[in-house]
C-alpha cells in the first residue's frame, strides 16, 4: 500500500518522497490572510494576471468597430505644433468614422484622443502603468491600464486597422518597428503605416535606405510599407481607402 501521508499537492502538482517540497498549499496561502504574501509575485501567479490583461483587454474592444492607432511622444506639449497635428488627425479619424486608440498618456497622444474626443468620436487611451504615474488623459473615454507591455501591444495591432505615427522617442519607435516588422511577416495584412512630418523622419528613413537596405538586410520593399507625409487629409485618405479595400460596402440587401 501507498503511504498518502507525505503526499504534497500544489494546485495539479503532486509531489513525493523525496520530491516533497516544504511550504504551505494553495489553500492555506488563500485562506491564511497572515501567511507570507511573496507568492504572488511567482511567476505562475503572474500567468494568471497577464491571462486577465487580455480578456479584460479583449473584452473591452471586442466591439469598438474600425479604429486607428496613433502614437507620437509623450513628452510633446500642448502648445507645440505636432500636438495640433495630432489634434487634427484625431479629429479627422473620427469623422471619418474611425475610433482613435493611443497610448492614454500625455503629449500627442492627449493631442490625438481631445480631436477625436471633441469630434464626438470613440476615443480610447490603452495605459501602462509606469514607476511615474502619469495616469490616462482627460480626452480617453474608453481607457484599459495595462501592467504589461506585451498585452498592450497586442490590443493596439488587434483592434486598430493602421497605424499613424507622429514624432516621437524610444516608445514610438518601438511601436512603429513593431508594426514594420508584423507586416514584413505578414502577421498582419492590409496594415497602412503613415509617418507624419518629413522634417522628423527622413533622417532615419535615409538611413534605412542607405545603410541598412544597401547593406543587404532589408528589401527595398519594405521601405514601401511607409508613407512619409506632412499631410493629415492624406494619412486620413490612406486609412480609409485600406478601410474601403477590406470591408468593401456591403451590397444593398433584396426587399423581403
Ligand atoms: C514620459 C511621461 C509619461 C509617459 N506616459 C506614457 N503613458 C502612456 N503611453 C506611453 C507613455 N510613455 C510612452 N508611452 C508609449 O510610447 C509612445 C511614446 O513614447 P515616447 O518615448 O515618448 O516616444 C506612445 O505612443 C505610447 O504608446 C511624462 O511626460
Not at 495605459?127 to 490590443?155: C, H
Not at 508584423?182 to 527622413?202: A, E, M, N, R
Amino acid at each position: 500500500m501507498t503511504d498518502r501521508t507525505h503526499d504534497r499537492m500544489t494546485g495539479p502538482v503532486v509531489e513525493r518522497r523525496g520530491q516533497v517540497t516544504e511550504g504551505s498549499t494553495t489553500d492555506q496561502r488563500l485562506l491564511d490572510s497572515r501567511g507570507p504574501t511573496d507568492w504572488v509575485h511567482t511567476d505562475p501567479w503572474r500567468v494568471l494576471r497577464i491571462q486577465a490583461e487580455f480578456v479584460e483587454g479583449f473584452g473591452a474592444l471586442a466591439e469598438l468597430g474600425p479604429a486607428i492607432a496613433v502614437f507620437g511622444s509623450a513628452r510633446t506639449p500642448a502648445d507645440h505644433p505636432h500636438h495640433a497635428v495630432a489634434e487634427e488627425a484625431g479629429r479627422k479619424l473620427a469623422e471619418a468614422g474611425f475610433a482613435v486608440i493611443t497610448g492614454g498618456g500625455p503629449g500627442t497622444m492627449e493631442g490625438a484622443n481631445k480631436g477625436a474626443c471633441q469630434a464626438g468620436g470613440v476615443s480610447v487611451g490603452l495605459g501602462i502603468e509606469l514607476p511615474f504615474e502619469s495616469g490616462l488623459n482627460q480626452w480617453v473615454d474608453k481607457g484599459i491600464n495595462f501592467r504589461y507591455f506585451f498585452a498592450r501591444k497586442t490590443m493596439f495591432v488587434k483592434y486598430s486597422q493602421g497605424f499613424i505615427v507622429l514624432p516621437g522617442g524610444l516608445g514610438t519607435l518601438d511601436e512603429l518597428f513593431e508594426a514594420l516588422t508584423l507586416v514584413q511577416t505578414q502577421k498582419v495584412t492590409s496594415f497602412p503605416i503613415v509617418l507624419i512630418g518629413k522634417d522628423y523622419w527622413s533622417g532615419l528613413l535615409g538611413w534605412l535606405r542607405e545603410t541598412v537596405l544597401a547593406d543587404g538586410k532589408i528589401n527595398a520593399a519594405d521601405l514601401d510599407m511607409m508613407v512619409l507625409t506632412d499631410d493629415v487629409d492624406e494619412a486620413v485618405r490612406l486609412m480609409v481607402d485600406a478601410r474601403d479595400d477590406r470591408w468593401p460596402t456591403p451590397a444593398p440587401k433584396r426587399p423581403e
